[in-house]
């Protein structure tokens, strides 16, 4: 049993860890509830790893001083806590795979932006000509790349879950965006035990390391008051400059690090929103940090193409923008994507609700939001929210028709936006599928319009 490892799940992440860990010399044990792809079961077979699917059997997954668990399995489940009774460990994949990685680690967290802030670090590292990795909860596992080989730096996005199985994890650089109320289903519906998790992030790290994390932010400094910081802070600001961090006044970023300062006009930045300028201040911060010259991490700035669903352009028709922001799964997410256009809007939004309070969104319709379409199977709480508010309120479980009441309700320099505010699950597989979907509406009605 010294030498025996058990993987719960065969997702990505447990895939990478089982990888790793049947390179290193262990005897691989993976474990699904779910089904198991044909393509990772092959893989398994050809390597000699041993796997079940459609149960856990506790005989074989708790022979081990040690699981592996998927960040999509709660400590709640039942054969985890059948697992830490017996008293193994239960550690996350990017804990595992950080023991076999001598690499700098820039992790990022927050409700919001840090898949946009991970990206564009990365982007930032490679203009600079970093040996730099991308890992943890977007592109591939970090366990799955240690297998080929290590690098000097990773850019590693890092989920409330994945961090709740950290032991000895340190980031050099740990960035925060932000924290908003968000799978508080996982923190006993207390924010309190999620605004935790998040500053673990930060809980291993000395002085010697930086923390990057947004100052005006409500939730953050309420976690900061029961939080010893060691970590040097580069906070980041909307509402005073730093005399070390980053600080924007609408128009351009003064961004200060010891020995240096950058300045950025907004104009120069691809990417658009009060929101993005936080994101793209905490990138270029990690970028000074790291070592990356001005001119390279401008450079980046200018040329950076974010992932899809995220505030993406996907056509003009008649002169109206249809904008892709499915990844728009809280309110927060959307109030930000609502603040960052002046042009009138009609909103698709709907979806499955994660206990919403749609008020902080009110402030911003007059004006700016002339229609409302909800989509989803049940549109109740959403439209209770907006009626009276919003003159032209409309529900539909169909995309297409969503899409096409878009292009009829507006008119020239309009913008059609789906930013949900809600998870996608009752009409759609996940909000990558509601996303395509929406694309592919929109490019279809275009055709048809030309």
């Known amino acids: 049993m010294k030498n025996r490892i058990v993987i719960l799940g065969a997702g990505e992440s447990g895939v990478g860890a089982a990888l790793l860990a049947h390179q290193k010399g262990y005897a691989v044990w993976v474990s699904d509830k779910g089904q198991i792809s044909i393509e990772r079961k092959k893989l398994f077979l050809e390597k000699g790893i041993g796997f079940e699917e459609g149960r856990h059997t506790e005989d074989e997954v708790l022979n081990t001083l040690e699981i592996v668990k998927s960040p999509g399995i709660p400590l709640t489940a039942p054969i985890v806590q059948k697992a830490l009774e017996k008293g193994i460990q239960v550690i996350d994949e990017?804990?595992?795979?950080?023991?076999?990685?001598?690499?700098?680690?820039?992790?990022?967290?927050?409700?919001?932006?840090?898949?946009?802030?991970?990206?564009?670090?990365?982007?930032?590292?490679?203009?600079?000509?970093?040996?730099?990795?991308?890992?943890?909860?977007?592109?591939?596992?970090?366990?799955?790349?240690?297998?080929?080989?290590?690098?000097?730096?990773?850019?590693?996005?890092?989920?409330?879950?994945?961090?709740?199985?950290?032991?000895?994890?340190?980031?050099?650089?740990?960035?925060?965006?932000?924290?908003?109320?968000?799978?508080?289903?996982?923190?006993?519906?207390?924010?309190?035990?999620?605004?935790?998790?998040?500053?673990?992030?930060?809980?291993?790290?000395?002085?010697?390391?930086?923390?990057?994390?947004?100052?005006?932010?409500?939730?953050?400094?309420?976690?900061?008051?029961?939080?010893?910081?060691?970590?040097?802070?580069?906070?980041?600001?909307?509402?005073?400059?730093?005399?070390?961090?980053?600080?924007?006044?609408?128009?351009?970023?003064?961004?200060?690090?010891?020995?240096?300062?950058?300045?950025?006009?907004?104009?120069?930045?691809?990417?658009?929103?009060?929101?993005?300028?936080?994101?793209?201040?905490?990138?270029?911060?990690?970028?000074?940090?790291?070592?990356?010259?001005?001119?390279?991490?401008?450079?980046?700035?200018?040329?950076?193409?974010?992932?899809?669903?995220?505030?993406?352009?996907?056509?003009?028709?008649?002169?109206?923008?249809?904008?892709?922001?499915?990844?728009?799964?809280?309110?927060?997410?959307?109030?930000?994507?609502?603040?960052?256009?002046?042009?009138?809007?009609?909103?698709?939004?709907?979806?499955?609700?994660?206990g919403n309070d749609y008020a902080q969104i009110e402030p911003m319709i007059k004006g700016k939001i002339k229609a409302l379409i909800c989509l989803g199977k049940d549109n109740e709480k959403l439209k209770k929210a907006f009626e009276g508010k919003i003159e032209e309120i409309r529900e539909t479980q169909s995309i297409v028709e969503a899409v096409n009441w878009g292009l009829k309700l507006g008119k020239t320099g309009d913008v059609v936006l789906l930013s949900p505010a809600c998870a996608s699950f009752d009409l759609f597989q996940n909000y990558e599928d509601r996303g395509r979907q929406f694309v592919k509406a929109v490019e279809e009605l275009k055709t048809v319009a030309e």
């Open 94 to 354: 990017l804990e595992f795979a950080g023991r076999y990685s001598k690499g700098q680690v820039i992790g990022i967290t927050g409700t919001n932006g840090k898949t946009t802030t991970t990206l564009l670090t990365y982007h930032l590292l490679l203009k600079g000509g970093i040996n730099v990795g991308l890992a943890g909860n977007v592109g591939q596992s970090w366990a799955a790349q240690l297998v080929d080989g290590d690098k000097d730096w990773w850019v590693i996005e890092m989920s409330s879950f994945q961090i709740d199985g950290f032991k000895t994890i340190k980031p050099h650089i740990g960035i925060l965006t932000n924290i908003t109320p968000d799978h508080l289903d996982r923190y006993e519906y207390k924010i309190e035990n999620y605004i935790a998790s998040k500053l673990s992030l930060f809980k291993r790290m000395t002085s010697e390391d930086a923390a990057i994390f947004y100052q005006d932010d409500k939730l953050t400094n309420q976690g900061f008051e029961s939080v010893c910081l060691e970590a040097t802070p580069y906070p980041v600001s909307m509402e005073s400059s730093q005399r070390r961090g980053g600080y924007y006044d609408g128009n351009s970023m003064d961004l200060r690090s010891p020995g240096r300062k950058l300045d950025i006009d907004i104009e120069d930045i691809v990417l658009k929103g009060k929101h993005n300028a936080l994101n793209a201040m905490m990138a270029s911060l990690a970028a000074m940090l790291v070592g990356v010259p001005d001119l390279q991490i401008l450079q980046g700035l200018a040329d950076f193409k974010n992932a899809a669903h995220r505030m993406e352009e996907v056509a003009e028709i008649s002169g109206i923008k249809f904008i892709n922001d499915s990844k728009g799964t809280n309110v927060d997410a959307s109030k930000f994507a609502l603040d960052s256009f002046v042009q009138p809007l009609i909103w698709i939004a709907g979806g499955v609700d994660k």
